[in-house]
């Protein structure tokens, strides 16, 4: 051995590390070893910092692997083993590379070398046993949460409107405790839905007012009625989710908790009444198709719009459904985003059609459409596929960060109550970015279909009102969004004066009442 050049590697997650584990603690423990075995040391690699859930991300590992590869040294010294990497699979990608090179590894406090059968195995091992360790950890805290819950303890840290929870309260202070003002709304927003106003005019009357949610946001429809469903605010704790990830039901139970209620049980129970009332009412829902939502957009914001309805009373007493498409903003935020911006749904449909029918009888349109549809086979995935890739990198960050929170509890750097604080809003954000890529990966799962000629799209065109009548609502928007992405509206809303905006894949096209003309590429070909 003492004719072996040497690499040292040390980690560190964090900046501050407890004596043994900080980047001068290890490199003077290496050192020392290399020269009472009188091992030449080619280089020290240093990752700052960096945590070990995976080789990317570590410049200085990264760097030794290539060194590596060069022959520029024979054997890789590290502190501990979870100092190369705390999961099995990356720990045997470096054994595998590492015998590739003809280079050992030697753990110092852990007196293992890999230039042996049993070294290879003990690391292996070890590296099974972290990785288990790791899973028990995790199910460990989800144990504690549901521990917690059942015993009535508080676990949603900052995230409730109403409530201060203090990480490391000063001496006297509570942990737990109400916030007089956040209060204060919450019992108007439950006295004003107990008292008939639904959830769309109390969203409006606090974005009129200014109100902020516990995150500093706009207050929305679904923020409302995460409010007004929450038990903390009458002092229990909610145990149990609807669902599971194995999707069957399961009961939600309410035990007592230790925070201090701000709504009395008698408003709550009229909530739920008024809850039970609503929810048991005929369904809201439009009894049609509405095919151009999401494709109309707002001519105040530009956000999509969306079904709505209203009824018009005849003097025998009975009434009639008119159908409108308005602004989704308004829809759910109320007017301080926007207006209701209605259109009749009839009359932009019929206009939408008749421009669609109008292709079949221009021979010229039609081509210039069956090119595009052709070319969109390879080129409307591009964009869905850059987004997955942005997502993905997204997750893989937030889980970066998940495992920096395990590794700080782990080495007992944050107390549990931080740590289960953190870890909540952690995955609640990334549950967000993963329902995002759920929908692009539903997109991307839609197979490419074979070229098509002009009698085709002709024959479907003069079909298209049938289709879209007869297909599955989801089945209608994706035809339609085939291709058109837009259908836009002067400031009037003025539906002749409307134009449609067909697909990146069929050129920019426009269509409008405005004459042939409209229809125009990028570069203005009639």
């Known amino acids: 051995m003492a ?69 520029r040294f024979q054997i890789v010294v590290v502190w501990k083993l979870n100092r190369l990497a705390r999961n099995l699979k ?13 280079v050992s590894i030697l753990s110092l406090t852990e007196d ?43 676990n ?25 003002e956040e209060a204060k709304l ?62 069957s039901d399961i009961e939600v139970q309410l035990v007592e908790g230790e925070q201090e209620p701000i709504i009395p049980q008698e ?66 935020k109320g007017f301080v985003a926007c207006r209701q911006n209605s259109v009749r749904a009839g009359d932009i449909e019929e206009w939408f059609f008749r421009h669609v029918r109008e292709l079949v009888i221009k021979p010229d349109l039609l081509n210039r459409v069956v090119a595009g549809v052709n070319a969109k086979r390879n080129t409307d995935r591009k964009p869905l596929e850059d987004e997955r890739r942005r997502l993905e990198k997204e997750i893989a960050t937030f889980e970066h960060r998940q495992q920096r929170c395990f590794e700080l509890y782990e080495d007992g750097h944050i107390d549990r109550n931080s740590f289960i604080e953190r870890l909540n809003e952690l995955k609640e954000q990334k549950a967000v970015l993963q329902a995002e890529l759920k929908e692009i990966k539903e997109k991307l799962s839609d197979p490419l279909t074979e070229s098509v000629d002009a009698e085709r799209i002709r024959s479907a065109l003069l079909q298209f009102r049938k289709l879209l009548q007869t297909a599955p609502i989801k089945q209608q928007r994706r035809l339609l969004r085939g291709l058109f992405d837009k259908i836009t509206l002067p400031p009037d809303r003025n539906i002749q004066k409307a134009v449609i905006h067909c697909s990146t894949a069929l050129q920019h096209l426009q269509l409008s009442d405005m004459g042939e003309e409209t229809w125009k590429t990028n570069n203005k070909l009639a």
């Not at 690699?45 to 290539?66: M, N």
């Not at 690391?123 to 199910?139: F, H, S, W, Y």
């Not at 902020?212 to 469903?229: D, E, N, P, W």
């Not at 530009?302 to 829809?331: I, P, Q």
């Open 90 to 102: 990356d720990l045997l990608h470096m054994l595998k590379l590492f015998n590739k090179y003809n």
């Open 3 to 71: 004719s072996d050049i040497a690499a040292l590697y040390v980690r560190v997650s964090t900046e501050e590390q407890v004596d043994g584990y900080s980047i001068d603690a290890q490199l003077d423990a290496l050192r020392e070893y290399c020269k009472f075995r009188r091992i030449s040391i080619s280089k020290e690699y240093v990752d700052a910092g960096r945590s070990a859930k995976s080789i990317e991300g570590r410049p200085a590992l990264q760097e030794l692997l290539l060194d590596a590869a060069q022959g």
């Open 112 to 154: 293992i070398q890999t230039d042996t059968a049993m070294g290879n195995f003990l690391v292996q091992m070890l590296g099974a046993a972290a990785e288990l360790e790791r899973a028990q950890i995790c199910e460990n805290v989800q144990l504690a949460v549901q521990n917690r819950n059942q015993q009535g303890k508080w």
């Open 186 to 247: 919450v019992r108007t927003i439950f006295e004003m839905y107990a008292g008939g106003l639904g959830l769309k005019a109390i969203t409006n009357r606090l974005n009129a007012e200014s109100f902020k949610t516990k995150k500093g946001l706009t207050f929305c429809i679904a923020a409302v009625r995460g409010i007004l469903t929450n038990p903390n605010y009458i002092g229990k704790i909610r145990i149990g989710t609807s669902l599971k990830r194995t999707g």
């Open 156 to 180: 949603s840290g900052n995230m409730v409107l109403g409530y201060r929870w203090h990480k490391n309260p000063e001496p006297g202070q509570p942990q737990l405790e109400i916030v007089k």
């Open 267 to 332: 408003l709550w129970d009229k909530v739920r009444l008024r809850f039970e009332e609503r929810n048991g009412s005929p369904d809201r829902k439009p009894n049609r198709a509405m095919p151009l939502t999401g494709l109309l957009k707002c001519p105040q914001c530009g956000s999509a719009m969306v079904a709505g309805r209203s009824k018009s009373y005849r003097k025998d007493g009975t009434f009639r459904l008119n159908h409108y498409y308005v602004c989704s903003s308004y829809t759910n």
